[in-house]
């Protein structure tokens, strides 16, 4: 069965230290979004992309972060400068088309230190 | 700002006990999605619901999306302790290119 895949699934990364999450979507899919989840906390939106273009993103996704559908097959989302409050689970997920059913990576643990 | 309110927040029932848990908005939604999620992974799609009254089975589990496309539920007949976990309903609205996550119902099966 088809399943989106992130890699790493854990980073440690020093504080002002650049990061690159990666996550290859479902290959038929068309829609990508990056979420995050700080512990305890609930499922938040940070970004939309399609067509190669950001289609929403949210308060959260300011100039620190950055994605890229480098090839055909990667989705990658970049943390400049990273800060404590960025320790989170980040959750890439894909879906076929806009407002469908949308499928969830297994995520990245990025603990910031 | 659209919100997802889940009811109750945490649930510990019984083995073969049946419960009923919600998913409430004051917006309108074009799809509803639940999902399951463990510790440490990531949202597993049980459901996706489009049209208003909706309902779907998954073995033990019925899903509901109420007539105005506004609130939804989740009912398990005769839960099980591989019942334990996270629920998360997920609303798209028209227009919009995100999924609002409700705030969860942690449910707990005692064996």
């Known amino acids: 069965e088809p399943e989106v895949t992130q890699t790493p699934s854990h980073q440690v990364t020093q504080m002002g230290q650049e990061v690159i999450l990666r996550c290859v979507p479902i290959?038929?899919?068309?829609?990508f979004y990056w979420y995050r989840q700080i512990l305890g906390q609930k499922v938040e939106f940070l970004v939309s992309f399609y067509n190669n273009e950001i289609s929403e993103k949210s308060e959260i996704f300011d100039d620190q972060f950055s994605v890229e559908r480098p090839d055909g097959s990667n989705f990658t989302l970049k943390i400049r400068s990273t800060k404590l409050e960025d320790s989170a689970m980040y959750f890439c997920?894909?879906?076929?088309?806009?407002?469908?059913?949308?499928?969830f990576g297994q995520g990245t643990r990025l603990t910031v230190v | 700002t659209q919100l997802l309110e889940q009811s109750p927040q945490f649930l510990s029932i019984q083995e073969g006990e049946n419960l009923t848990v919600y998913c409430n908005s004051s917006?309108?939604?074009?799809?509803l999605q639940w999902y399951r999620q463990e510790p440490g992974e990531g949202p597993v799609l049980l459901v996706t619901v489009v049209t208003g009254g909706e309902v779907k089975k998954l073995k033990r589990l019925t899903f509901q999306f109420g007539d105005a496309r506004k609130d939804s539920s989740l009912h398990i007949t005769a839960a099980q302790p591989g019942d334990t976990g996270l629920y998360l309903c997920?609303?798209?609205?028209?227009?919009?290119?995100?999924?609002?996550f409700g705030t969860g119902t942690r449910l707990k099966v005692l064996a």
């Open positions: 997920a609303g798209a609205s028209q227009g919009t290119y995100k999924y609002i």
């Open positions: 917006s309108v939604f074009s799809s």
């Open positions: 290959s038929n899919h068309l829609y």
């Open positions: 997920a894909s879906s076929p088309d806009v407002n469908t059913e949308a499928f």
